[in-house]
């Protein structure tokens, strides 16, 4: 056995006084102080000594020689014990380099409790590297934290989850999706997800799929080294426009004084297309054998507003607009802008306009309201006009006149022709045509009168209208046009009349010698020539009304009305707003002719005092 090897008792002395009481209990502490050293500083033993020795509290190390069959001296276990009530206890220890526990120290795992590994957290244990992963999986009910670098010489787990944990401000996290086995990143700020994998490969990019350029260009400038780009490398160092040739999408240029050129769509020995921006500043498009071609947008240019209704809209800048109903907008100066109504053409053949012109000169009449029986036969010609017509059309236009009652809702075919007469395949000034044949109305003085009728000369009573409906052939495309429509209509008549019952007929005719005239005259309501049903109503009669100012003279009464079809007025005011519908006497019926003799019933309201003078407002 071993001989016992005892490390000498400690004989720490104090240094006396002289004075006997203070020295007795100095000696008295230094005799604790060395039982304090003895226990703690227990005999080095390299050999096995007696159970018996030491009490408890007692630690000493001991270095065992026989420890393990095969060791070499250097090898020898060391082990620090304690003495406890029950007896020796001891705590294997590994040889290190470095005294106490550090980074560069090391910790057999093996020799950690469960609990101990489960609890290994800031502040506890902060500095540590294993000689061995941790090899039993589930320790999850515990984070393990760390302020230092980890440093790990073989692969990590990640247990797979459902989802990621609650995010900490300040901190991110790696979790694999249990759906995908994936790689997710989240932040502390509870960005989201960003998944970084996808079925094995790298994902598309989870935060929007933008390419950082400013670090790409910091990448560049800070290492000479070359960047694969479309199978072609780009050293930092060499970098220059010419380095990506024209047929890999480069500008095949070194210069900035240089046009240069950017690839579109294929690049092969059949078909090149690039886009060039001139020096004149102009945008131009080639495809082979450097064939310009025109740069088409097919999307509209829009400027900051969509439908402008003021130049505030663009915020002073310079537009042009066009919206879905047909109208360009541009900007004249700082204040105005102007919108233009387009027409609609075919590129192969279309009809871009037909309208009447009362004279085969032809200035339009488009949308204006016709009194009722004209002086003599009143003529109307069709005024076409073509788009892209070679100056000889293949075929006779056909023209089909029609008669829309608006009392009736009907509209009739009353003649048609298609023989040349009218319009034939010559096209004047090269895209106009006017016909050359009329379409008369004929003077009448009621509704029911159909005398003189004949193909081409047609009576048009009260509130009625005339429009032509025409269709054309050419190289293959059929185009049909309506032309707007003519109304004819009587006026709304306003002045004084001698009776509580209405103007006689002289009284009526005197009105309609003055058109909108002030004390007594006429209107016609107000019509437009989109060539639709509803562009003239019956009730347009009082709402286009207005504001009318009627006098008259001593014993005299003041009047206004329309015809019967009309119907009564909505309100009567005053210019303040005031109604003063009780001034009036109830609305009476009266039959009476208009200036062109065409007899008609009106509604005819009459004030009930003489001589005054009034703002009638009528809606």
Known sequence: MPSRQFKRKSSKAPRLTGDSSVDRVLRDVYDEINNLVDSVNTPYVSGEISSRDGKPGDIRVVKDLSYGLGRKAAESAYFLEAKTEDGWVRQYMDRTEHSGISRDGTIPVDLFKEDTKKQIKQGDLSFWKADAGFTKLGLTSTNIYTNETVELNKGMYLKESNTYRSNKSGWGQLWVNTSNNDLYFNDGAGSGSVRITD????????????????????????????????????????????????????????????????????????????????????????????????????????????????????????????????????????????????????????????????????????????????????????????????????????????????????????????????????????????????????????????????????????????????????????????????????????????????????????????????????????????????????????????ERTITAAAGQYIFFGWPKLGGTAVTIKDTGGTDISGDFRAVQEVTLANSKGYTEIYNIYVSENTGVSSAVVVT
């Open 199 to 546: 079925g094995g490969s790298l994902a598309g990019g989870g935060g929007g799929g933008t390419v950082d350029f400013d670090s790409v260009k910091t990448a560049l400038a800070a290492a000479d080294e070359a960047v694969g780009f479309n199978n072609q490398s780009i050293g930092s160092a060499t970098w220059n426009g010419s380095v990506i040739s024209e047929a890999k999408g480069g500008t095949g240029v070194t210069s900035t004084t240089t046009v240069g050129k950017a690839l579109l769509g294929i690049a092969d020995a059949v078909d090149v297309r690039y886009i060039e921006i001139a020096a004149d500043e102009s945008i131009n498009v080639y495809n082979k054998s450097d064939f310009k071609t025109q740069l088409a947008i097919h999307d509209p240019i829009t400027v900051q507003a969509n439908g402008p209704t003021a130049i505030t809209d663009f915020a002073q800048k310079p537009f042009i607009y066009s919206t879905n109903n047909n109208k360009l907008y541009h900007k004249i100066d700082g204040t105005d802008y102007r919108a233009y109504s387009g027409i609609t053409y075919s590129f192969s053949f279309s009809i871009s306009d037909a309208r009447f012109t009362t004279d085969s000169g032809g200035s339009s009449e488009a949308s204006n309201a016709i009194l009722v029986g004209a002086n003599g036969d009143e003529n109307y010609y069709l005024d076409m006009v073509y788009a892209n017509v070679d100056g000889t059309l293949t075929g006779n236009p056909t023209i089909t006149y029609r008669r829309y009652d608006l009392g009736t809702d009907t509209l009739s075919t009353v003649d048609t022709s298609n023989d040349g007469s009218h319009l034939n395949q010559t096209v004047a000034d090269g895209m106009n045509q006017v016909s050359q044949a009329a379409f008369t109305v004929i003077d009448t003085d009621n509704a029911s009168d159909t005398s003189g009728e004949s193909s081409f000369n047609r009576h048009y009573k009260a509130n009625t209208a005339l429009e032509a409906h025409v269709s054309v052939t050419e190289t293959g495309i059929t185009d049909t046009e309506t032309s707007e429509r003519y109304w004819f209509v009587n006026g709304m008549v306003w002045g004084e009349c001698a009776a509580t019952t209405g103007p006689d007929q002289s009284e009526f005719t005197e009105a309609f010698q003055d058109l909108n005239g002030t004390g007594h005259g006429y209107a016609l309501p107000n019509i437009g020539g989109s060539g639709s049903a509803n562009d003239f109503l019956l009730s347009h009669y009082h709402s286009d009304f207005g």
